[in-house]
């Protein structure tokens, strides 16, 4: 046992001496320090580690021990909780591979008495000589901590402002439910005339507003009780083109294989996701309902990422991207894949041939849908038709099995 003891020492011996390590002894002594602990922090040479000890002040005197390749910078301190410079219980000093000794009186530790390190000496000299600069300096040093002061206050109030008007914002959209049954009267109206009056331009107007959440059978059986003039009309024939869309993006279609930049300037191209159940999230920063479901979403893009599910956000912020940008992070949903959706405004017009939300018929924010790994829409959840509850029981359902 003794040998085997004595082979440890050995090793250990060697394995600090292949590493350059040195042990060191700092014997300290306080004055009217009530503190029960002193801390020690210091890095290796290179900054590679980082090591923080404590040992218990007993009659006034404490001891530390350690090894070190060289001469480093250490911070020794009794409050945990007050780390920084300006604390008179805290010093900084050099910290020698030998024998040294620190005398420390409460709330002066700046003026500690340090004995043994050279480079402590070498600090100390330097450290007389730059006095009289800083003493010049301390006008500086006043007035730039006024002004720091003067925005970091500033700040601090524009953040309130800001969780401020977020409340506002949510709370006045909160009440746009009140609208809902005045809202249902008047479309009841619109759905009675457009059935009486098929042959009217009127009614073609009237249904350019009821693709919005519309129930896709309900639609598309008032655009077929159209006359052939109106179906033909501008109107019409957008109508038309919106019921395609929702088609494109309905459960038991092929998903459109869209390519686009994200939003780390990354190419993102939906066929590389084939194999994993894909989630396509189209919101918008300005979009109240979007924003609040984002923490939903990141508690299901971390529930089930690891099973092989993936989220794209596609964001209607194409004119305001700094706006995008900003809703990304602060809404912390950087975790997964961000595009724009690709709606261009030129010369008053706009142009759809590059809209992700186009190709997937999308009219109201936000709606979601999921992709099966063999790129085929399994789901679709938006205002006026699924909701969460039903995203998060086909999820179950997909991955439950798995």
């Known amino acids: 046992m003794k040998k085997y003891i004595l082979s ?10 292949a590493l350059g390590q040195q042990p ?22 290179d900054g590679s580690k980082h090591t923080l000890d404590s040992v218990k002040i007993e009659h006034n005197t404490f001891v530390f021990k350690g090894s070190i390749e060289e001469p480093v910078m250490a ?18 000093f050099y910290l020698e591979p030998k024998k040294m000794s620190i005398r420390l009186e409460k709330d002066k530790f700046k003026n500690a008495l340090i004995k043994g390190s050279k480079s402590q000496d070498e600090w100390a000299k ?12 301390e006008p500086v040093l006043d007035e730039y901590s006024r002004l720091n002061k003067r925005y970091m206050d500033a700040d601090a109030e524009l953040k309130l402002l800001e969780a401020k008007v977020k409340n506002l914002k949510e709370e006045a959209y909160d009440y746009r439910e009140n609208f809902a049954p005045f809202n249902e009267r008047m479309a009841k109206l619109d759905v009675e005339f457009i ?32 006359s052939d003039q109106i179906k033909n009309s501008g109107y019409g024939r957008e109508i038309a083109g919106k019921i395609h869309g929702i088609k494109n993006g309905s459960p038991g279609s092929k998903a459109f294989e869209f390519e686009s930049t994200d939003i780390n300037e ?30 939903h979403l990141i508690d299901l893009y971390t529930k089930y990422k690891s099973k092989g599910f993936e989220i794209i956000g596609v964001a209607d912020d194409d004119r305001s991207q ?4 900003k809703a990304v992070d602060q809404d912390k949903i950087g975790i997964w894949r961000h595009v724009l959706n690709g709606l261009k405004f030129e010369n008053g017009e706009f142009d759809r041939s590059k809209s992700i939300s186009f190709h ?39 991955f439950g099995a798995q």
């Open 24 to 45: 060191f002894v700092l014997k300290g002594e306080t004055i009217h320090v009530s503190s029960p602990y002193v801390y020690l922090g210091y890095r290796s040479g």
């Open 126 to 137: 330097l450290d007389v000589q730059k006095k009289a600069i800083r003493q010049e300096m």
């Open 322 to 325: 700094a706006a995008w940008h």
């Open 195 to 226: 059935q009486k009056n098929p042959d009217s331009y009127v009614s073609s107007f009237l249904m350019q507003f009821m693709t919005t959440g519309a129930d896709l059978d309900k639609i598309e059986g008032l655009y077929n009780s159209l």
């Open 8 to 17: 440890i020492v050995l090793l250990t011996n060697l394995s600090l001496v």
């Open 266 to 295: 990354k190419i993102l191209k939906l066929a590389a996701f084939k194999g994993k159940y894909v989630l396509l999230d189209f919101w918008a920063s300005w979009c109240v309902p979007c924003r609040k479901g984002n923490p």
């Open 360 to 398: 997937f018929g999308i009219s109201t924010l936000p709606t979601k849908i999921l992709i099966d790994p063999d790129g085929l829409i399994v789901g679709r959840y938006a205002s006026g038709s699924e909701t969460d509850t039903e995203l998060d029981k086909k999820l179950a359902e997909v």
């Open 75 to 92: 911070y020794l301190y009794i409050n945990r909780n007050n780390r920084g410079m300006d604390d008179p219980n805290a010093v900084s």
